[in-house]
């Protein structure tokens, strides 16, 4: 398996298993909205994907966005996505995958990775914690969901 950084030339294939992904939460297929998301984020610059490849087949991939710790005045990134393709589960994908992520966060000078997954998601949470995240148990997290 070989974990690289994406470009823009894979958006096709990378959009195909972003929306299992997003079918993996519940959400409609949509190949062409997926296609246009992914783009967009190559062009502005504003995410960075790593994909895990079996020779020339899509394994998985990991998505990462940047902010930022105002109290340590220090880069930070957000874990937003993960997904490994079902015949490629549990046998290390997400592992290698989420070794990039953390590769990548030290090389970009980063205090810390965050993340946060559904609480049904049982394997999620032990592949965080095996890897040595801690749950948060300081502070609460609050969503306000906007009207469109």
């Known amino acids: 398996m070989e974990v690289t950084l994406a470009d823009s ?7 195909e298993l ?28 504003d995410s960075v994907i790593y994909t895990a490849n079996d020779h020339s087949r899509l394994a998985g991939f990991i998505q990462l966005y940047p902010s930022y ?11 937003n996505d993960l997904f ?17 992520a953390k590769k990548h966060a ?3 000078g980063a205090l810390r990775i965050q993340c946060a997954t559904q609480s049904l998601n049982v394997p999620a949470q032990k592949l965080y914690e095996s890897l040595g995240y801690l749950k948060d148990e300081v502070f609460y997290h609050y969503a306000l969901g906007l009207e469109k």
């Open 9 to 15: 030339e894979r958006v096709q294939e990378i959009a």
């Open 18 to 45: 972003f929306d299992d992904y997003r079918n993996f939460y519940q959400q409609e297929s949509d190949i062409e909205g997926a296609v246009a998301f992914l783009k967009a984020r190559f062009e502005k610059n």
């Open 69 to 79: 710790s105002s109290v340590s005045m220090q880069r930070i990134w957000i874990l």
């Open 84 to 100: 490994v393709a079902e015949p490629y589960r549990r046998k290390e994908v997400a592992k290698q995958l989420m070794e990039a």
């Open 106 to 108: 030290e090389a970009t």
